[in-house]
């Protein structure tokens, strides 16, 4: 809605120049960085890379090009067509397309199995990846890599025998290329939902975290959420993520490892889920 529909002229000049001048000034990373209760550190969250690319030639053409439309810009209000295509799941619950599963082993603990539920029409290209990376057992072998306590535990670096989560590989492909994901519409309301992590170029492979608690707003227009544990995370991922971890990269102390993975029909009871 528009708050009026003129300016004085003698006022663009003013503001154009507030515009430049504050899009020039360096912009802080918005939840890029969280402090990692329970463990004292500093970390970084999702993201490979923190650098701002942003340089100050690339900030004035910005401001110059925001110049000419900074009436519309301030006169206008948010785009509520853009917040119209978000999607809470906690109120509206995603239809599950497809059933994968881990059996992941803690240290030398006794192997335990958590079943997920995809979001196949809502996110069917990323969907789509993880059944196939699933289906081939491709993810036995890999790691939870980083655990933040309070926020997330992250594996699936499949490719990357650092430990660290560097980079992972994706089911498209000989070569296992990055994607983009479908979209960024479902929002990070409620504990257990599944996202991709994203690479220095902000596409994906094969790399995934689960979420902890229920409101991650953080990770909301940055990290595509495609499924959602539906067994074993109070029993299994809670357990990854009160482990010991080593400062700086939160990496486990005692190996957290997926020593299986496949798929479960989609008409199963949750009995059955644990049985296949």
Known sequence: MKIVSWIPVFMIPLLCNHVVN???????????????????TTSTILRASENDNTTPSR??????????VAAATFLSSPNEAAWASYIDPAQTPQEIT????????????PVERITMGLFGKAMPKTVQNFVSLCESNAYAGTTFYRVLSGMTVQGGAIGDSSGLGKF???SFGSEGKTFEPDNFNLQHTQKGLVSMVR???????????????DDSGWADDRYAVFGIVENGFDKTVLKIEKVDVKPPS??????????????????????????Q
């Open 22 to 40: 504050a899009l020039q000034q360096p912009q802080p990373h918005r939840n890029h960085h969280c402090h990692n209760a329970g463990r004292g």
């Open 59 to 68: 900030r004035s053409f910005l401001g110059t090009a925001s110049a000419g």
């Open 98 to 109: 497809n059933r994968v599963y881990f059996d992941i082993q803690i240290g030398d603990k």
């Open 168 to 170: 992972g590989t994706s």
């Open 199 to 213: 690479g220095l170029s902000g596409s994906v492979d094969s790399r995934f975290f689960i979420q902890i608690q």
């Open 250 to 275: 939160n990496r486990p102390k005692v190996n957290v490892a997926i020593v299986q993975c496949g798929i479960i029909p989609i008409a199963t009871t949750p009995n059955e889920q644990q049985q």
